[in-house]
Each structure stands twice: as structure tokens, then as C-alpha cells.
């Protein structure tokens, strides 16, 4: 079965054919990253508008390099929650002309859901159940993934998501915008232990985490520095942040994995490109005779294999949608067939 599959959650326009859910036949990817950078962040309109412009010409893009014709697909899938509503809006439109036009089925797709299954291209051998550490731009979450399509939120962030926080360390720090790879890039020639930073624990909430108070410490820190005159070490503040992070993500999902009684690890999205947290998970992982899954850089972020990834198990299982699909901002991992 081959998928054309469409995500425009945030700055990257994505168009990919995926056949059978595991084999990536092209990805397409375009990002708008740089006109944002300008601003410091993402400007949601002009996410939008990159997405209306680049759309089409990605996808005649995908068909060409895959040597695809438009008979040949056989669903078209789209990421339609949680995102940026007008960029979601522009995808879910696109995905729904494009299936009532070959007259396919549309498959909804939950992007963080696609952030998990981008692991089903990367291992061929990885089924659930598991738990996965799902920590991208938006969201940090540990999921019990018991099936393709069965699946619950066991702790989630109560505040920012670990991407923000990267994010808003790197602009506090000058390192622009986005600002998880420069950070971790500084991060390499610093002495992690140089300044103390906080891990939160949520009570009576093992699985919770909180970023909050790690931000602003890290922006009370630069800002005593400017004041006072003191020089900042950047690699250590970043070092140091870092391993707060991961301090606050592995060992959580480590437990969870334990607790649950699975021997499978995931993680996903953009944050999992971060090398203190891959090395601290395949160290945990190692040490607690758990399986690791870490997806190559090229899947973390936002792609359209990903969602392709996830609709072929959707489409199995049913979860299919009309003309009368809409977007959404924001929504729980188990409400997708409910708003599908
Ligand atoms: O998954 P993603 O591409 O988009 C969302 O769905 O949100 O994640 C983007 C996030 C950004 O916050 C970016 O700064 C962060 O992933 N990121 C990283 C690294 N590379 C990207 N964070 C830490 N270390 C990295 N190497």
C-alpha cells in the first residue's frame, strides 16, 4: 500500500510516499527555519504562507524522485493535531483535495503519533508494546504504547515542553533560532557541573515533569551575569542545562519501561536528536537491560515519512476520515479516533 503522506504542523512542509508503512520510498522536506530565525521564533503566519507556497511543488517533487504516478497511491494521510492551526489547516486542506481528487481514503494522523512510528522505518524489527519518550518542539511526553493505535499519556510536561526550553535558552544565549543543535553543538567543550540547575519532581506524579523552572534559572543566570559584569562560561551553562534535561526525561522513562514489565524503550521527536540524551538513554538503557530505540537525526524532526509511518497502522485498524476532516491545535494522543 502506498501512502502519500502530508505534514505542516510547524515550519517544515513535508510530502513523502511511504509503501507499507516501513519503507520510505522519498521524503520531501521543506523549511521555512530561516525566514523565520529572523525573528527569534516562529511566526505562525509566515509558517502558513511557506506551506501554501511550497506544497504543490514538493509534492510533484516526491512523485518525480520515487518514479510514482498519481494512480499509484493509494491513500493520502495527513498530520491534523496538534500544531499551529493555520499551518495544520494548509496540510489537512491540501491532503483532502488530493484524496478526493484520485479518490482514496484520507487517513488522519496524530503528529506526535508520527514522531513514534518514525522508529517503524528506522527498525524494522520494533513492534509494540513499549514506552516511548516522546520530546519534540511542543510536547514532552512518556506514552504507554500498548498497540499501533492503542495508546496512553502516563506523564507528560506540566508547563513548557524540553524543545522550548532549548529553544529559549539559545536565544537567551544569542545562539538563534532553532536553538536546540546550537546549544547541544556548545554543549560538547563544557563542564556540566559548573552550574546547578533544577530538576523538578511533580508531587505524587512520577511521570510528570516541569521545564519551567529550569528556563528560568538558566535566564536568571545570563541576566546576573550582564549585570554584574561576571563572564559566562556558554559551554558549561549549556552543559549544565542539558544534563538537567536528561536528568529529568531518562530516568523517568526508564522507570516507566520497568514499571509497565515491557524490555522496549522508544524515543522520538526533534529533542531526540540531543546527544546528552541519546548517551544517557543508551547508558540507562544498557545498564537496566533494556532495548534502546533512537531514531537517526533525519527522522527526529518534523518529516512526512513519519506520518506515512503511522497512517498505514491507522488505516488497519480503521481510522479513516471524510471530506469533512478538520484541523486542530491541540489534542490527546487517545482522542484520535474519537475527532478522526
Ligand atoms: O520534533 P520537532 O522537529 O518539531 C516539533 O514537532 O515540535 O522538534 C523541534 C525541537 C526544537 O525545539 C529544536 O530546538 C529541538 O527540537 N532540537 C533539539 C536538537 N535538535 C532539534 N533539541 C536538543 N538538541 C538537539 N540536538
Same mark, same amino acid.
Given at each position: 500500500?502506498?501512502?502519500?503522506?502530508?505534514?505542516?504542523?510547524?515550519?517544515?512542509?513535508?510530502?513523502?510516499?511511504?509503501?507499507?508503512?516501513?519503507?520510505?520510498?522519498?521524503?520531501?522536506?521543506?523549511?521555512?527555519?530561516?525566514?523565520?530565525?529572523?525573528?527569534?521564533?516562529?511566526?505562525?503566519?509566515?509558517?502558513?504562507?511557506?506551506? *501554501?507556497?511550497?506544497?504543490?511543488?514538493?509534492?510533484?517533487?516526491?512523485?518525480?524522485?520515487?518514479?510514482?504516478?498519481?494512480?499509484?497511491?493509494?491513500?493520502?494521510?495527513?498530520?491534523?493535531?496538534?500544531?499551529?492551526?493555520?499551518?495544520?489547516?494548509?496540510?489537512?486542506?491540501?491532503?483532502?483535495?488530493?484524496?478526493?481528487?484520485?479518490?482514496?481514503?484520507?487517513?488522519?494522523?496524530?503528529?506526535?503519533?508520527?514522531?513514534?512510528?518514525?522508529?517503524? +522505518?528506522?527498525?524494522?524489527?520494533?513492534?509494540?508494546?513499549?514506552?516511548? +519518550?516522546?520530546?519534540?518542539?511542543?510536547?514532552?511526553?512518556?506514552? $504507554?504504547?500498548?498497540?499501533?493505535?492503542?495508546?496512553?499519556?502516563?506523564?507528560?510536561?506540566?508547563?513548557?515542553?524540553?524543545?522550548?526550553?532549548?529553544?529559549?535558552?539559545?536565544?537567551?544565549?544569542?545562539?538563534?533560532?532553532?536553538?536546540?543543535?546550537?546549544?547541544?553543538?556548545?554543549?560538547?567543550?563544557? $563542564?556540566?557541573?559548573?552550574?546547578?540547575?533544577?530538576?523538578?519532581?511533580?508531587?505524587?506524579?512520577?511521570? $510528570?515533569?516541569?521545564?519551567?523552572?529550569?528556563?528560568?534559572?538558566?535566564? !536568571?543566570? *545570563?541576566?546576573?551575569?550582564?549585570?554584574?559584569?561576571?563572564?559566562?562560561?556558554?559551554?558549561?551553562?549549556?552543559?549544565?542545562?542539558?544534563?538537567?534535561?536528561?536528568?529529568?526525561?531518562?530516568?523517568?522513562?526508564?522507570?516507566?519501561?520497568?514499571?509497565?514489565?515491557?524490555?522496549?524503550?522508544?524515543?522520538?521527536?526533534?529533542?531526540?536528536?540531543?546527544?546528552?540524551?541519546?548517551?544517557?538513554?543508551?547508558?540507562?538503557?544498557?545498564?537496566?537491560?533494556?532495548?534502546?530505540?533512537?531514531?537517526?537525526?533525519?527522522?527526529?524532526?518534523? !518529516?512526512?515519512?513519519?506520518?506515512?509511518?503511522?497512517?498505514?497502522?491507522?488505516?488497519?485498524?480503521?481510522?479513516?476520515?471524510?471530506?469533512?476532516?478538520?484541523?486542530?491545535? !491541540?489534542?490527546?494522543?487517545?482522542?484520535?479516533?474519537?475527532?478522526?
Amino acid at each position: 500500500m502506498i501512502i502519500l503522506s502530508v505534514e505542516s504542523t510547524c515550519d517544515e512542509t513535508a510530502i513523502a510516499l511511504v509503501k507499507d508503512g516501513r519503507e520510505v520510498l522519498t521524503d520531501q522536506i521543506f523549511s521555512s527555519a530561516d525566514l523565520q530565525a529572523v525573528y527569534g521564533g516562529v511566526v505562525p503566519e509566515l509558517a502558513s504562507r511557506s506551506h *501554501v507556497e511550497v506544497i504543490y511543488q514538493l509534492t510533484d517533487r516526491a512523485l518525480a524522485v520515487a518514479g510514482i504516478q498519481r494512480s499509484d497511491i493509494d491513500a493520502v494521510a495527513v498530520s491534523f493535531a496538534p500544531g499551529l492551526i493555520g499551518a495544520v489547516l494548509v496540510g489537512v486542506n491540501f491532503a483532502k483535495s488530493v484524496a478526493s481528487a484520485l479518490g482514496v481514503p484520507l487517513i488522519p494522523v496524530h503528529h506526535i503519533r508520527g514522531h513514534m512510528a518514525a522508529n517503524y +522505518l528506522a527498525y524494522p524489527q520494533l513492534t509494540p508494546p513499549f514506552v516511548c +519518550l516522546a520530546i519534540s518542539g511542543g510536547n514532552s511526553m512518556i506514552v $504507554d504504547v500498548r498497540g499501533y493505535t492503542d495508546m496512553e499519556i502516563i506523564g507528560a510536561t506540566r508547563d513548557d515542553a524540553a524543545g522550548e526550553c532549548f529553544d529559549k535558552t539559545a536565544r537567551v544565549l544569542g545562539l538563534g533560532y532553532p536553538g536546540g543543535k546550537p546549544v547541544d553543538q556548545l554543549s560538547q567543550g563544557g $563542564d556540566d557541573t559548573k552550574y546547578a540547575l533544577p530538576v523538578s519532581q511533580v508531587a505524587d506524579h512520577p511521570y $510528570d515533569m516541569s521545564f519551567s523552572g529550569l528556563k528560568t534559572a538558566v535566564i !536568571n543566570i *545570563v541576566h546576573h551575569a550582564e549585570q554584574t559584569g561576571e563572564e559566562l562560561d556558554k559551554a558549561s551553562l549549556c552543559a549544565s542545562f542539558a544534563r538537567a534535561v536528561s536528568d529529568s526525561l531518562v530516568p523517568r522513562a526508564i522507570a516507566a519501561v520497568k514499571e509497565k514489565g515491557y524490555s522496549k524503550l522508544v524515543a522520538a521527536g526533534g529533542v531526540a536528536a540531543n546527544s546528552r540524551i541519546r548517551a544517557d538513554l543508551e547508558r540507562a538503557a544498557a545498564e537496566n537491560g533494556i532495548e534502546l530505540f533512537v531514531p537517526p537525526l533525519r527522522l527526529c524532526g518534523d !518529516n512526512g515519512a513519519m506520518v506515512g509511518a503511522q497512517a498505514y497502522y491507522e488505516y488497519l485498524a480503521g481510522n479513516t476520515a471524510g471530506s469533512d476532516l478538520n484541523a486542530y491545535a !491541540n489534542m490527546e494522543l487517545s482522542e484520535v479516533c474519537a475527532k478522526g
